[in-house]
């Protein structure tokens, strides 16, 4: 697992996505990812190895997303669904085989509160 704080900056977005290798890691928890003007997480090479889980409510204020997670798509589908939570700070998923299954939150805490917690 990858974990990162991007600080919404452009540059850190890109360098992350040089050297994240989908060869090395299953998932990329991001804090404070960098969203384009129509608050996506965008790329060229994003599409072909990353699946990208935004909070439930993403869509309806994305300005107020402060995590995103990426799951590598090597991972079956079949395997991995996401856990709905009302946050913009919390992105979580559920992973499941022999080993039985797994939550994976990706949390970004505030350094002023600690609501989210």
């Not at 996506?40 to 309806?60: E, G």
Request: hydrophobic content about 35%.
């Amino acid at each position: 697992i990858w974990q990162q704080n991007l600080q919404k900056s452009s540059s850190a977005w890109e360098h992350m996505l040089q050297t994240l290798n989908p060869k090395s890691y299953d998932l990329a928890c991001i804090q404070e990812p960098y969203l384009n003007v129509v608050g996506l997480a965008n790329a060229s090479n994003l599409k072909w190895f990353w699946d990208v889980i935004y909070p439930t409510n993403h869509h309806s204020n994305p300005k107020c997303s402060q995590t995103i997670l990426l799951v590598n798509k090597k991972l079956s589908k079949n395997n991995w669904h996401i856990i709905l939570l009302d946050s913009p700070n919390i992105t979580a998923i559920e992973i499941h085989g022999d080993f039985r299954k797994v939550h994976i939150y990706n949390i970004y805490n505030a350094c002023d509160h600690s609501r989210t917690i």
